[in-house]
């Protein structure tokens, strides 16, 4: 990914970089923590990283700071980005989040505009931004932290002060000229973070979930398609590692493909709540310093932009504080990993061998397994979709720890949980498509092994349970066992079945569903 880095135009960083060592160099550069722990070390700090550069003088309740003269963020963008060096990951990192949160600016300027609270030409100008910072334009401007003091009014004032410059250029105005449009008093008109960024957040987890939708269905597919593929392959089923008794490699195959479906459903499902949001809340969900019609007609608007059926929350105090909507969401997710990671762990047990293991089926070889073992062979795609999915369920945890802080009117802890179910959404989708297109996809069956193993296990007697009893059965399996015998030889040799019943009833692709048998007298 390109982006114009913010700083350092001393160093004659006006072009677009991707590379990560310079990126951790000039990251490191910030954690100058000595001269960002107050504002007057904060501006200190800006001047150093600035000299010899094109600024401009902004300023803010605490005091004046330097900004670079050819961004379009302001003040409080640089002091947000100088105060959180946390995650490395910033904002442009998740562009579905920024297209959210230009949607919702753009729903509020459209509603105070139809409000007559903003004229016409200004309105505009705004939307025109909002438009651009919706296409991903200007995301290399969106350069805070992910994880956030201020319950992401960061994030909010780095949005606003973009657009409002954008704005202003349009209009003939220079950047930072704020009496004319001001990112307070225009762009952020009857709002506060406190609304606008959980439903931007919510927003643009509804965008992400599309792509995780689509890649977790065509993992449905592919896992039907080699169902259909195998379902003449016979194997021996087992529970808890033992073997149990006949199935096909199609049927077990089968099964993954109906779990995953039901999580898509679910998936599908769940994310409707990112679709109630609480704009017109205002600071707690009273509304205070909005319009009274503000509400409904920016809601309205979002609904025009995006062409979902968004809603406006029943108790905006509760919307406000109350984050279970995005835990709910989160603890699907996790179900969802937790049942990915399940079937990885088949695929890895399925695959072991080649030869003192199961090997009943053959992964893509994707990489060299051992730097010592010659010829070794791993299963690297299950085994790092597995890691992956215990990523995911760990980040639902920080979202369960961040949704519990809440307290009283607001969950100042909403940055994290946000961040982690971003990060969520994105490594699932990913890791889905990478298990679909690297592993399943090239799954091959050894049938050969499949029938080996079948016909030399104890299992298949227990297809005779309702014609020779259980206790018989359990007698020739314990003889079959201790001896080394196949089942067959011992049901004759015990006289509980004769050879011709046996060839009749052992038929291990008739135990592959009911096949009741008549109880032998």
């Given at each position: 990914?390109?982006?114009?880095?913010?700083?350092?135009?001393?160093?004659?960083?006006?072009?677009?970089?991707?590379?990560?060592?310079?990126?951790?160099?000039?990251?490191?550069?910030?954690?100058?923590?000595?001269?960002?722990?107050?504002?007057?070390?904060?501006?200190?700090?800006?001047?150093?990283?600035?000299?010899?550069?094109?600024?401009?003088?902004?300023?803010?309740?605490?005091?004046?700071?330097?900004?670079?003269?050819?961004?379009?963020?302001?003040?409080?963008?640089?002091?947000?980005?100088?105060?959180?060096?946390?995650?490395?990951?910033?904002?442009?990192?998740?562009?579905?989040?920024?297209?959210?949160?230009?949607?919702?600016?753009?729903?509020?300027?459209?509603?105070?505009?139809?409000?007559?609270?903003?004229?016409?030409?200004?309105?505009?100008?705004?939307?025109?931004?909002?438009?651009?910072?919706?296409?991903?334009?200007?995301?290399?401007?969106?350069?805070?932290?992910?994880?956030?003091?201020?319950?992401?009014?960061?994030?909010?004032?780095?949005?606003?002060?973009?657009?409002?410059?954008?704005?202003?250029?349009?209009?003939?105005?220079?950047?930072?000229?704020?009496?004319?449009?001001?990112?307070?008093?225009?762009?952020?008109?009857?709002?506060?973070?406190?609304?606008?960024?959980?439903?931007?957040?919510?927003?643009?987890?509804?965008?992400?979930?599309?792509?995780?939708?689509?890649?977790?269905?065509?993992?449905?597919?592919?896992?039907?398609?080699?169902?259909?593929?195998?379902?003449?392959?016979?194997?021996?089923?087992?529970?808890?590692?033992?073997?149990?008794?006949?199935?096909?490699?199609?049927?077990?195959?089968?099964?993954?493909?109906?779990?995953?479906?039901?999580?898509?459903?679910?998936?599908?499902?769940?994310?409707?709540?990112?679709?109630?949001?609480?704009?017109?809340?205002?600071?707690?969900?009273?509304?205070?310093?909005?319009?009274?019609?503000?509400?409904?007609?920016?809601?309205?608007?979002?609904?025009?932009?995006?062409?979902?059926?968004?809603?406006?929350?029943?108790?905006?105090?509760?919307?406000?504080?109350?984050?279970?909507?995005?835990?709910?969401?989160?603890?699907?997710?996790?179900?969802?990993?937790?049942?990915?990671?399940?079937?990885?762990?088949?695929?890895?047990?399925?695959?072991?061998?080649?030869?003192?293991?199961?090997?009943?089926?053959?992964?893509?070889?994707?990489?060299?397994?051992?730097?010592?073992?010659?010829?070794?062979?791993?299963?690297?795609?299950?085994?790092?979709?597995?890691?992956?999915?215990?990523?995911?369920?760990?980040?639902?945890?920080?979202?369960?720890?961040?949704?519990?802080?809440?307290?009283?009117?607001?969950?100042?802890?909403?940055?994290?949980?946000?961040?982690?179910?971003?990060?969520n959404i994105n490594m699932f989708t990913r890791a889905t498509k990478t298990l679909r297109t690297l592993c399943v996809d090239?799954?091959?069956?050894?049938?050969?092994?499949?029938?080996?193993?079948?016909?030399?296990?104890?299992?298949?007697?227990?297809?005779?349970?309702?014609?020779?009893?259980?206790?018989?059965?359990?007698?020739?399996?314990?003889?079959?066992?201790?001896?080394?015998?196949?089942?067959?030889?011992?049901?004759?040799?015990?006289?509980?079945?004769?050879?011709?019943?046996?060839?009749?009833?052992?038929?291990?692709?008739?135990?592959?569903?009911?096949?009741?048998?008549?109880?032998?007298?």
């Amino acid at each position: 990914m390109h982006f114009r880095f913010p700083f350092f135009p001393s160093f004659h960083i006006y072009r677009y970089y991707s590379s990560p060592f310079f990126l951790k160099i000039a990251y490191s550069l910030l954690r100058m923590s000595a001269l960002i722990r107050s504002a007057p070390k904060a501006a200190a700090a800006s001047r150093i990283f600035l000299r010899g550069a094109a600024t401009r003088t902004e300023s803010d309740l605490l005091g004046e700071l330097q900004v670079p003269a050819d961004h379009y963020y302001g003040v409080q963008t640089m002091r947000g980005y100088l105060s959180y060096d946390i995650t490395g990951k910033r904002l442009y990192d998740f562009p579905n989040y920024i297209k959210a949160y230009g949607m919702v600016k753009k729903a509020a300027i459209t509603a105070n505009n139809r409000l007559g609270l903003v004229p016409d030409d200004k309105a505009n100008a705004v939307k025109q931004a909002c438009d651009e910072v919706i296409s991903g334009k200007w995301n290399s401007e969106f350069i805070v932290d992910m994880i956030q003091g201020g319950a992401g009014t960061s994030t909010n004032m780095n949005t606003n002060e973009v657009i409002t410059n954008r704005a202003l250029e349009i209009m003939g105005h220079p950047r930072g000229d704020y009496e004319f449009i001001s990112p307070n008093d225009i762009v952020n008109k009857c709002q506060s973070t406190n609304d606008t960024y959980p439903s931007s957040a919510k927003l643009g987890m509804y965008l992400d979930h599309f792509a995780m939708v689509e890649q977790m269905q065509l993992l449905v597919d592919s896992f039907a398609k080699k169902a259909e593929e195998f379902k003449d392959v016979m194997k021996m089923g087992r529970t808890q590692l033992q073997d149990g008794v006949p199935m096909t490699l199609g049927q077990e195959f089968h099964a993954y493909s109906t779990t995953l479906q039901e999580d898509v459903d679910l998936v599908k499902e769940a994310a409707k709540v990112f679709l109630t949001v609480n704009l017109g809340g205002t600071a707690i969900g009273t509304g205070t310093a909005a319009h009274p019609d503000y509400s409904a007609a920016a809601v309205k608007a979002l609904r025009e932009i995006t062409g979902f059926d968004i809603k406006i929350a029943p108790d905006l105090i509760n919307a406000s504080s109350n984050t279970s909507g995005m835990l709910y969401f989160s603890g699907v997710l996790r179900r969802c990993a937790v049942k990915l990671s399940q079937i990885c762990n088949d695929l890895r047990l399925l695959a072991s061998g080649p030869r003192c293991g199961l090997h009943e089926i053959n992964l893509p070889p994707r990489a060299p397994g051992s730097s010592i073992m010659p010829g070794k062979v791993n299963p690297v795609i299950p085994e790092v979709v597995n890691q992956t999915c215990f990523q995911i369920i760990g980040g639902d945890l920080t979202c369960s720890l961040a949704s519990e802080a809440g307290q009283l009117e607001l969950n100042v802890m909403e940055p994290v949980l946000i961040y982690n179910l971003f990060n969520n959404i994105n490594m699932f989708t990913r890791a889905t498509k990478t298990l679909r297109t690297l592993c399943v996809d090239g799954i091959t069956a050894d049938k050969a092994q499949c029938e080996k193993l079948l016909n030399n296990s104890i299992g298949i007697v227990t297809g005779l349970l309702p014609y020779i009893g259980y206790k018989k059965c359990s007698t020739a399996a314990k003889i079959a066992n201790q001896t080394g015998k196949s089942v067959k030889d011992v049901l004759v040799e015990q006289g509980f079945c004769t050879k011709q019943e046996v060839e009749e009833l052992l038929v291990p692709e008739k135990m592959t569903k009911p096949n009741y048998i008549t109880k032998k007298h």
